[in-house]
């Protein structure tokens, strides 16, 4: 745990009065597991230096889950833990495959002779070790090197995921956030079991990763030169700027790989592109007329790509190669939201390509976009994800749809057939308020949503049951028009993350829900 991320625990213990009891409560885990049985509390399992971690599994995704055992004994007792192949007396950490539990999900057994880890895959046996994280006292982690020893309570964990989805979205354009930062939020992901980080990489206020094919995407897209001061009021006259070479894209990748998290990037198309436009105005309706600049304020530009040239599809695919290179996951978001269309009505290029393709409007023009670019990954091996806007129009049956406008389009995409994943912004949307008192919080976007609102979501909500499975999981997103440092970017996320964590892992039931309870074991 980073020095920052634990001042900041500290910070959030304080101000919810905790008592020690609780602290110390084995039952405060987050998210919620399944099942949980406490065994006899007069006993206990004694944690120290000497303990051995005893596993056969040797592939590469166990050792990634090991060296979370090994970080855990460095932060407590100074050094990693032991390993050995056979079980040798007791005070052993016993790590066993087992087919029959679900995927990602692990049962965890603590005796007063041993820890016994079973699961699937080495994903479950990295989130028992968290779980066993949360165990640990919190004060364990603020004590010196020279701690002897940590009783843990006896108990008996089932614990397996709802969502196969669930994840995090942070916007790295509006304010850029350096590799460290980004680590340490892959941390809190993995810590509260959350398994995507979706990175969002371009936009109107700036284009965050190198693409060797186009370096002016970086040279001088990355680069606005000011950023306007509250709400649109002024220009602050400091250029601003910051980008992610493919090395530091490369060592993310392989860092959130280590924690079992997959990152899902996003590359904004059609709209969202001045930063992209600003680099290269062929890319425009009005080419070099255009002027394009990187923008220098908040809100939705009407300067978009051009859908009617060649040249521009033969741009997205070529970023979206190298995109592809370095992001091994499944699903390449496109973006697709709040794409004005008023440029494509004046534009010849998209007019032509309107009626040769028999479209009936702009709208359908977009579909035509999307439909195209999606082929393009398909045929690559990928899957399109995007905002809800590209139901507009039509949208192909693999399309996954991101719903954010509320819940309406993605129930309207389950009803179709298409996968889902849940983020409206009236519950999941974290750079909104979550206190009504607090001054740094007066320049938010958007309203008030307090930790209750975002624990009180129900991703099925007006779904049939047979509508339910198309519902992937659920994401909290993260806009950064208002955050600037790192500290502010924890506390947005911080602890209504946890909320959509375990509405994600546990999906606890509407009938079984019980606000005070959660708000508990946030603390």
């Known amino acids: 745990m980073s020095k920052r991320i634990l001042s900041l625990v500290i910070a959030l213990v304080a101000t919810m009065s905790l008592s020690t009891a609780q602290i110390h409560n084995a039952k405060n885990i987050l998210p919620k597991p399944t099942k949980i ?100 006292p919190v004060q364990a982690y603020e004590t010196p090197i020279d ?19 669930r994840g995090f979205m942070l916007d790295c354009s509006r304010h850029f956030w350096d590799v460290e930062t980004i680590k340490e939020m892959i941390d809190i992901l993995a810590l509260h079991k959350m398994n995507r980080f979706h990175w969002h990489l371009t936009e109107d206020q700036g284009w965050r990763i190198e693409i060797k094919k186009y370096p ?13 001061t509250g709400h649109n009021e002024g220009l602050d006259g400091i250029p ?74 033969e741009f997205w695919e070529n970023v979206l190669e190298e995109v592809m290179d370095l992001f091994p996951g ?27 393709n028999n479209l009936k409007n702009e709208a359908e023009l977009q579909s035509y976009v999307n439909n195209r670019i999606e082929k393009f990954l398909n045929a690559n091996g990928r ?29 309207a995409a389950a009803k179709k057939g298409n996968t889902v994943i849940m983020t409206p912004g009236s519950y999941c949307y974290l750079d909104y308020r979550q206190t ?15 930790l209750r609102k975002s624990y009180s979501f129900n991703p099925y909500d007006q779904l049939a049951p047979e509508e339910r499975k198309y519902i992937m999981g659920v994401q909290g997103n ?28 546990s999906n606890p039931s509407p009938e079984t829900k019980d606000a005070e309870e959660f708000i508990g074991r946030a603390k």
């Open 240 to 313: 601003y700027g910051g980008y992610y070479t493919q090395k530091d894209i490369k060592e993310v990748v392989k860092y959130a790989q280590e924690h079992f998290v997959t990152i899902v990037p996003e590359i904004e198309i059609p709209g969202h592109s001045l930063g992209a436009l600003s680099a290269y105005p062929w890319l425009g309706c009005e080419g070099e007329k255009g002027n394009y600049k990187t923008w220098a304020y908040w809100g939705v530009s009407k300067q978009i790509a051009c859908a009617g040239k060649e040249s521009t599809f």
């Open 330 to 356: 499944e699903y390449i978001h496109i973006g697709g939201d709040e794409a004005p269309r008023d440029m494509w009505k004046e534009c010849p290029d998209c007019q032509k390509r309107i009626k040769e």
């Open 436 to 450: 009504t008192d607090r001054k740094d919080e007066l320049d938010s976007n958007g309203s008030y949503v307090p």
């Open 383 to 411: 899957k399109l994800i995007g905002w809800d806007e590209i139901l507009e129009g039509g949208v192909s049956q693999g399309a996954t749809i991101m719903s954010w406008r509320g819940t309406e389009g993605g129930i």
């Open 37 to 136: 049985e406490m065994g006899n509390s007069n006993s206990k399992f004694i944690l120290s230096p000497t303990t051995k971690v005893v596993c056969k599994l040797e592939d590469k995704s166990m050792k990634y889950a090991l060296n979370e055992l090994n970080k855990l004994g460095v932060e407590l007792f100074g050094k990693a833990f032991k390993k050995g192949t056979k079980i040798e007396g007791a005070n052993n950490i016993i790590i066993r495959k087992e087919n029959s539990i679900k995927e990602e999900g692990y049962h965890l057994e603590i005796t007063p002779e041993n820890i016994i880890i079973k699961a699937k895959s080495a994903a479950g046996v990295f989130y028992a070790i968290q779980t066993i994280k949360q165990i640990v």
């Open 216 to 228: 002016l995407l970086t040279k001088l897209g990355s680069l606005r030169e000011q950023t306007t």
């Open 147 to 165: 701690l002897k020893s940590l009783a843990l309570p006896l108990l008996t964990i089932n614990d397996a995921p709802h969502f196969g989805y």
């Open 478 to 505: 993260l806009w950064t028009e208002y955050v600037t440092t790192p500290m502010q970017l924890q506390y947005k996320a911080l602890p209504r993350l946890g909320a959509i964590a375990e509405i994600g892992w």
